[in-house]
């Protein structure tokens, strides 16, 4: 009798945690259950993966991970820290974070405050309103920009419902305007004051600037 429930005891304390390979994700249910490998030929059900508050990821199956079985009880199993070594971002330097996916997607904060996103479509989908407070500003773009808006304000001053501008601007390239440009100062066009500039005269000499 005391031999058998010193064997039971062991058995118990060595299947209380041991390494697992993840079979199936069931991403349902509020606390997300896996289908685990725990043995060789063994698969355990129901395992319930333990995740910390704010972040959440579906991995893929082939991920190793731990599992514990509470109390001993292979019915009471929690999973952590399931992960594929295949996808792992690796080359961080000692305390950088990363966040990637078996696509190539990754957001890495990196040393010297430096974060970096690496994705091919990006969206940011603000209710209402977006801010970006820095320094400098560049935007490499290879095919265009575009920007849907019923209002655009170039400076510190502006609103309405046109473009309200309070800032130096330079245009390299063509531009073509559909509509009126109105300009309380002078325009330059190819050299020639818009404002300032005369015409030969009829009868010889030149004209007034226009008025």
Avoid at 111 to 129: Q, S, W, Y
Avoid at 144 to 173: F, H, R, W
Wanted: aromatic share 4%; net charge negative; hydrophobic share 30%.
């Amino acid at each position: 009798m005391h031999e058998r429930l010193l064997r039971a005891l062991r058995t118990s304390i060595y299947t209380l945690i041991g390494r697992a390979v993840l079979h199936v994700v069931d991403s349902a249910p509020g606390c997300q259950t896996l289908q685990v490998q725990v043995l060789a030929d063994e698969t355990q059900d129901g395992v319930e993966h333990v995740e910390p508050y704010g972040f959440t990821s579906n991995p893929l199956p082939g991920a190793e991970g731990v599992v514990l079985n509470v109390g001993g009880r292979r019915g009471s199993a929690v999973g952590f820290n399931f992960g594929n070594r295949s996808f792992r971002a690796v080359g961080l330097k000692s305390g950088e974070v990363c966040i990637y996916t078996d696509e190539g997607d990754k957001i890495t904060l990196m040393r010297g405050r430096h974060m970096r996103v690496k994705t091919l479509h990006l969206e940011i989908d603000a209710d209402e309103d977006a801010t970006i407070t820095t320094k400098k500003y560049t935007v490499n773009a290879s095919e265009g920009v575009a920007y849907n808006t019923p209002s655009y304000q170039l400076g510190s001053e502006g609103g309405g419902c046109a473009a309200q501008m309070n800032a130096d601007l330079a245009i390299k390239g063509n531009t073509t305007q559909d509509g009126t440009i109105t300009s309380t100062g002078d325009q330059v066009a190819a050299g020639v004051s818009t404002a300032h500039h005369t015409h030969p005269g009829d009868s010889g000499g030149t004209t007034g600037e226009p008025q």
